[in-house]
């Protein structure tokens, strides 16, 4: 039952990698990349509680927590174009957040 | 063939490998071979960890019963690869931090991060 | 069997930074390609590796490249396809191919690596060091010496990287008081 | 939630004027900090330690950066400070183990901390060390942050 739940995960993961190739606009990329993580962090849960250790769920935290760094850092970069300066470079661009 | 498909960790590693080695001399931009570099690295830490599974074991962490005393009779998988792959990572993304400075100076001496187009400054400078 | 699995979209993930020219989304993806292999890695059992991975990859990898493509440009030149590379590539994953097909299976219990030294640190540790993480135990203690040439190798690239980047001054000369 | 002038500044875009943004930023980053230290401490008995430990703390700085900008972040730890901190870690290993030698061990022969009972000098010995791991790890990672990210504001 959790092999199926796993190998599920891993074909999700397959789907969103196929976006983050393909994603004709930065926003997709972003998207599918921030989904494999998701998924990632349910892998881990679910392989946990199949080698009987749950207690290794500090490891899926571990990945929510940075992930979102990263994910701040792709949406910056992406705005801004630099991660230091907290101005905008080009004057009336488009709110995306 | 079945001994191919048995060794299929190898085999993976290697393929994982040979395709961050193909990044690193294919490619000119020196941002994309440093990431191929870092496809290598995690390569080799892959093959150490595969080496390392026990099958039927579980991680090098002695469980806790009741009364609070480890439990050791389980089968539990290596421990030395992971504690040399583990400083391995953070070691390899201190010297991805110093290639990508390195970079970063190149960038800003050359106005170019191509390897081609740096060796053909290079070889007019040396001509003039 | 999901390793294998896991394995595929991992190559997968590998051709996609290959095959792709723009760097940005190279960066998104190898983001998400060591989020895979720490995956890989916690069912593997190596959650002290997975740990790391999952710290480094996710966060600090990232950032590090972003902050990089912020001074260079943003999409690789288009490159003319050549023989060499990918003969020797060939070349070398054949004969490493081959190599390995002698090696124990994957997950061999009577493996060389597991009967001299990893048994013997699994079956000393909990009376020495009394410590439920044997890869703690190792780490700090009985491989000691390495741990603190690793931490000098971190400090010593962290160096390098303040004086190849100028470090405060550098940076506070062009630049007006902006907070 | 309207914001006062003094918040706004001169440019209404910045990223610290997004609101979900910051609120969002703003609670993960305590949470951030104070799961590095509970891997710092707690990795004696699950996964986890000092490398771990170091580069976590250093997402919850570098993000803080990437939200209120690189300025805020080297008023909350100055660089000067990483840069110290970095030698002070590396420094708090070899003294754990010089300090072995000056008890009468062997350089990182942790036994000689407690001369009741060498298992817990283990423990005292595992512990500093995995601090001056987890200290010059943290304050290199954000030595690089700072130097990367500056260069890339020109």
């Known amino acids: 039952m959790l092999s199926a739940a796993m190998v599920g995960v891993v ?18 990329r972003v998207l599918a990349v921030n989904m494999i993580g998701t998924k990632t962090i349910l ?55 | 063939m079945s001994e191919v498909l048995g060794h299929w960790n190898q085999v993976a ?116 | 069997m999901i390793e294998p699995l896991l394995f ?119 009376s020495e060091i009394d410590m439920p993480n044997i890869v703690t135990a190792v780490l700090a203690s009985y491989r000691g010496y390495d741990t603190m040439g690793e931490t000098a190798v971190i400090f010593t690239a962290g160096v390098g990287v303040m004086l190849l980047l100028g470090g405060r001054k550098g940076r506070d000369l062009d630049e007006e008081d902006q907070d | 939630m309207p914001l006062s002038e003094q918040e706004m500044g001169k440019s209404p875009m910045r990223m610290r004027d997004k609101l979900v943004l910051r609120v969002v930023s703003m609670a993960f980053i305590p949470f951030i900090l104070l799961f590095a230290l509970y891997v710092q401490f707690h990795g004696d008995y699950g996964p986890g330690g000092g490398f771990q430990a170091g580069v976590i703390f250093a997402a919850g700085v570098i993000l803080h950066g990437l939200i209120f900008g690189l300025r805020s972040a ?8 990483v840069e110290i901190m970095s030698a002070l870690g590396l420094l708090l290993y070899v003294g754990t183990g010089l300090l072995c030698v000056a008890l009468g061990g062997r350089f990182l022969e942790y036994g000689v901390l407690d001369h009741h009972d060498p298992v817990h000098g283990q423990h005292y010995g595992i512990i500093l060390v995995e601090a001056g791991v987890g200290i010059a790890v943290a304050s290199v990672m954000l030595c690089i942050y700072y130097a990367v990210a500056g260069r890339g504001r020109r």
């Open chain 1, 11 to 28: 074909v999700t993961m397959m789907l969103a990698l196929v976006r983050a190739t393909a994603g004709p606009t930065v926003f997709d």
């Open chain 1, 43 to 97: 892998l881990i849960c679910i392989g946990g509680f199949a080698a009987g250790r749950p207690d290794f769920v500090d490891l899926a935290l571990v990945y929510g927590l940075v992930n979102f760094t990263g994910m701040v850092a792709l949406v910056k970069f992406c705005r801004f174009g630099n991660l230091a300066s907290d101005q905008p470079e080009e004057a009336g661009a488009q709110e995306v957040l």
């Open chain 2, 13 to 128: 590693v290697i393929v994982l490998m040979m395709i961050g080695l193909y990044t690193v001399i294919s490619s000119d931009n020196l941002v994309k071979k440093v990431i191929g570099l870092n496809l290598f690295q995690v390569a080799v830490i892959m093959f150490y960890v595969s080496m390392g599974k026990v099958a039927g074991g579980t991680a090098p962490i002695f469980p806790v019963d009741e009364a609070g005393n480890y439990v050791t009779d389980i089968a539990f998988s290596n421990p030395l690869p992971h504690v040399l792959m583990l400083t391995a990572i953070v070691v390899g993304v201190a010297t991805t931090a110093l290639g990508l400075s390195l970079v970063i100076r190149i960038q800003e001496a050359y106005g170019t991060v191509e390897e081609d187009e740096i060796l053909d400054m290079d070889h007019r400078e040396a001509h003039v």
């Open chain 3, 8 to 126: 595929v979209l991992l190559l997968a993930l590998a051709v996609a930074i290959l095959k792709l020219k723009d760097l940005f989304a190279i960066a998104m993806l190898s983001g998400a390609f060591s989020l895979v292999s720490a995956g890989l890695f916690t069912l593997m059992d190596a959650v002290d590796v997975a740990f790391t991975e999952a710290a480094v990859g996710a966060g600090f990898t990232t950032v590090l490249f972003l902050g990089t493509l912020a001074v260079t440009a943003n999409t690789e030149r288009q490159q003319p396809f050549r023989l060499g590379p990918l003969l020797v590539v060939l070349v070398v994953g054949a004969v490493l191919i081959w190599a390995g097909l002698d090696a124990p299976l994957y997950g061999d219990p009577t493996a060389p690596v597991h009967t001299h030294l990893g048994a013997e640190f699994i079956g000393r540790a909990p």
């Open chain 4, 74 to 81: 080297e008023r909350v730890i100055p660089p000067k400070v």
